[in-house]
């Protein structure tokens, strides 16, 4: 009978992400989606869009003001999302 080597769960996982390196940025999209509410507090009601692309997040606003407070804000929000995650995901941020 052959033995099997086990393997522990975070390295299961880590070797998930070594085949995949999409899929672990699109969990790190969906953490950074679940994250927003917190980051910008009474802020987040006034966005409309959300979406992330190569490195980009882009946040489209319906609010002037809320466009030019989070435009002031820019590079402390990036800070704080990466910082969060864990990761570089975060390159630039548009706000429209």
């Known amino acids: 009978m052959k033995q099997s080597k086990t393997v522990l769960l975070g390295e299961a996982i880590a070797s998930l992400w070594d085949d995949d390196p999409d899929m672990y940025e699109q969990l790190l999209v969906h953490r950074l989606r679940d994250y927003l509410p917190e980051l910008l507090g009474p802020m987040y009601r006034w966005l409309q869009e959300v979406r992330f692309d ?4 882009r946040l489209q606003v319906s609010s002037s003001a809320v466009r030019q407070e989070l435009g002031f804000q820019q590079a402390e929000l990036q ?3 990466n910082g969060h995650l864990g990761a570089e995901l975060v390159r630039f941020i548009q706000i429209y």
Request: aromatic letters at 0%; hydrophobic letters at 45%.
């Open 54 to 57: 190569e490195g980009v997040l």
């Open 79 to 81: 800070r704080k999302i």
